[in-house]
C-alpha cells in the first residue's frame, strides 16, 4: 500500500479522508497547521502556515503520494483588500512550493483538490466536463485554475505525476456551511419558498470523494488527468429538501413562490449569490471517471443524505 500526505488534514474532507485511507489499509499521514491534540486518527506533523515558505522536507519523508487539500477557501463575506492576491499566496505559491519540495524528495504523486469554480458558476443545459476550457468567475476560482496550471508545469519539468480534481458541494456528516443551514431550517419545521424551483445540481457525498481520491492514489490511468467528482444523480433543490426532510423522518414544507421574486429578493438583500445556487443549475458529468479508471460511485444519494442527518448533531437535540 502508498503512503500517503493528507495536507489540510484537520477540515472536513481531511478528516474523513484519513480515517476512510487508514480503513484501507494505507499508510497516513497528516499534516496540520499546529498539532491537534487528541487526534488519534494517523499520524501527523505540523507544518505552520502555508504558503511559498513552508518547509515541507520533514512531513514529505518516505511518502508515496500527496492529497492535497489545504487551501484558501471561497467566503461569502471577503475581508481582504486584494483578494487574488491572498487566493494566489496560498493557493498558487503555497502549492508549488509543496510540489516542488514533493518532486525533490522523491513523492510519486500528487493529487490536487481544484474546485467546481473553474468551470464556472452554472450550467445552461449541458453538463460541465473535465476537458471543457476553464472559465472561473470569482478569485478563488482564478487562483485554483492558475495552480492547476502552475502545478501541470511542475510536473513536466520534474517528473511528478499530478492529479487534478474538481469537486462540486460537497456534503456528510459533519458538513458545515449552507447545507447545515439547510438542514437546520427543515428540521424546525420551517416553511421554504422553493417549491417551484426545478433546477439540476451534482452533490457529491464525503463517501464517494474519499473513494474517488483513493481510486486516485494507485491508478496509473490517473496520472496527469483532471476529474470532475459528483454523487452521479441530480437533484433539483426541492428534490434535496425532501430527500434531506425523508432522511428525518419529516416532510418536507415547500411553499411556492416564482422564481423571478426570489431572484428579485436576492438582487435586493444582496443574496443573490445564495439565490442562484438554490434555483440555478450546476451539473458535471463522470463519464471520464468512469471510462478511465473503472470507477463509480459507492453509495447513493438516498442513502448518503440520510446518513448524513442522522449523524448530525442537531438530530440528538
Given at each position: 500500500?502508498?503512503?500517503?500526505?493528507?495536507?489540510?488534514?484537520?477540515?472536513?474532507?481531511?478528516?474523513?479522508?484519513?480515517?476512510?485511507?487508514?480503513?484501507?489499509?494505507?499508510?497516513?499521514?497528516?499534516?496540520?497547521?499546529?498539532?491537534?491534540?487528541?487526534?488519534?486518527?494517523?499520524?501527523?506533523?505540523?507544518?505552520?502556515?502555508?504558503?511559498?515558505?513552508?518547509?515541507?522536507?520533514?512531513?514529505?519523508?518516505?511518502?508515496?503520494?500527496?492529497?492535497?487539500?489545504?487551501?484558501?477557501?471561497?467566503?461569502?463575506?471577503?475581508?481582504?483588500?486584494?483578494?487574488?492576491?491572498?487566493?494566489?499566496?496560498?493557493?498558487?505559491?503555497?502549492?508549488?512550493?509543496?510540489?516542488?519540495?514533493?518532486?525533490?524528495?522523491?513523492?510519486?504523486?500528487?493529487?490536487?483538490?481544484?474546485?467546481?469554480?473553474?468551470?464556472?458558476?452554472?450550467?445552461?443545459?449541458?453538463?460541465?466536463?473535465?476537458?471543457?476550457?476553464?472559465?472561473?468567475?470569482?478569485?478563488?476560482?482564478?487562483?485554483?485554475?492558475?495552480?492547476?496550471?502552475?502545478?501541470?508545469?511542475?510536473?513536466?519539468?520534474t517528473g511528478l505525476e499530478c492529479v487534478i480534481?474538481?469537486?462540486?458541494?460537497?456534503?456528510?456528516?459533519?458538513?458545515?456551511?449552507?447545507?447545515?443551514?439547510?438542514?437546520?431550517?427543515?428540521?424546525?419545521?420551517l416553511p421554504l419558498p422553493l417549491a417551484s424551483?426545478?433546477?439540476?445540481?451534482?452533490?457529491?457525498?464525503?463517501?464517494?470523494?474519499?473513494?474517488?481520491?483513493?481510486?486516485?492514489?494507485?491508478?496509473?490511468?490517473?496520472?496527469?488527468?483532471?476529474?470532475?467528482?459528483?454523487?452521479?444523480?441530480?437533484?433539483?433543490?426541492?428534490?434535496?429538501?425532501?430527500?434531506?426532510?425523508?432522511?428525518?423522518?419529516?416532510?418536507?414544507?415547500?411553499?411556492?413562490?416564482?422564481?423571478?421574486?426570489?431572484?428579485?429578493?436576492?438582487?435586493?438583500?444582496?443574496?443573490?449569490?445564495?439565490?442562484?445556487?438554490?434555483?440555478?443549475?450546476?451539473?458535471?458529468?463522470?463519464?471520464?471517471?468512469?471510462?478511465?479508471?473503472?470507477?463509480?460511485?459507492?453509495?447513493?444519494?438516498?442513502?448518503?443524505?440520510?446518513?448524513?442527518?442522522?449523524?448530525?448533531?442537531?438530530?440528538?437535540?
Amino acid at each position: 500500500m502508498s503512503s500517503v500526505i493528507v495536507t489540510g488534514a484537520s477540515g472536513f474532507v481531511g478528516q474523513h479522508l484519513c480515517r476512510y485511507l487508514v480503513s484501507q489499509g494505507y499508510r497516513v499521514r497528516a499534516a496540520m497547521r499546529t498539532y491537534k491534540r487528541g487526534w488519534a486518527v494517523c499520524d501527523q506533523v505540523e507544518v505552520g502556515t502555508i504558503d511559498n515558505d513552508t518547509d515541507w522536507h520533514s512531513a514529505l519523508e518516505g511518502m508515496d503520494t500527496v492529497i492535497h487539500l489545504a487551501a484558501r477557501v471561497h467566503v461569502m463575506q471577503e475581508s481582504e483588500a486584494d483578494p487574488i492576491n491572498a487566493f494566489r499566496h496560498v493557493n498558487v505559491a503555497g502549492s508549488c512550493a509543496l510540489a516542488r519540495q514533493a518532486a525533490m524528495a522523491g513523492v510519486r504523486r500528487l493529487i490536487y483538490i481544484s474546485s467546481i469554480k473553474v468551470n464556472g458558476e452554472k450550467t445552461c443545459g449541458t453538463p460541465f466536463h473535465a476537458d471543457d476550457a476553464a472559465l472561473p468567475e470569482d478569485p478563488y476560482g482564478q487562483s485554483k485554475w492558475e495552480a492547476e496550471q502552475a502545478l501541470q508545469e511542475i510536473a513536466d519539468e520534474t517528473g511528478l505525476e499530478c492529479v487534478i480534481i474538481r469537486p462540486v458541494l460537497i456534503y456528510g456528516s459533519g458538513v458545515k456551511g449552507n447545507l447545515q443551514r439547510l438542514t437546520g431550517l427543515i428540521r424546525r419545521r420551517l416553511p421554504l419558498p422553493l417549491a417551484s424551483v426545478n433546477n439540476h445540481r451534482s452533490l457529491v457525498s464525503i463517501d464517494n470523494l474519499t473513494d474517488f481520491l483513493r481510486c486516485c492514489i494507485d491508478h496509473p490511468a490517473a496520472a496527469g488527468e483532471v476529474f470532475l467528482v459528483s454523487d452521479g444523480h441530480d437533484l433539483s433543490t426541492p428534490q434535496l429538501i425532501r430527500k434531506l426532510a425523508a432522511g428525518m423522518g419529516l416532510s418536507a414544507r415547500l411553499v411556492h413562490v416564482p422564481v423571478g421574486m426570489l431572484r428579485f429578493a436576492g438582487r435586493m438583500t444582496g443574496r443573490s449569490g445564495i439565490i442562484e445556487r438554490l434555483t440555478g443549475d450546476l451539473q458535471v458529468d463522470i463519464e471520464k471517471n468512469k471510462k478511465l479508471l473503472g470507477w463509480k460511485p459507492v453509495i447513493d444519494v438516498d442513502s448518503a443524505l440520510a446518513a448524513m442527518v442522522n449523524d448530525d448533531p442537531g438530530s440528538r437535540s
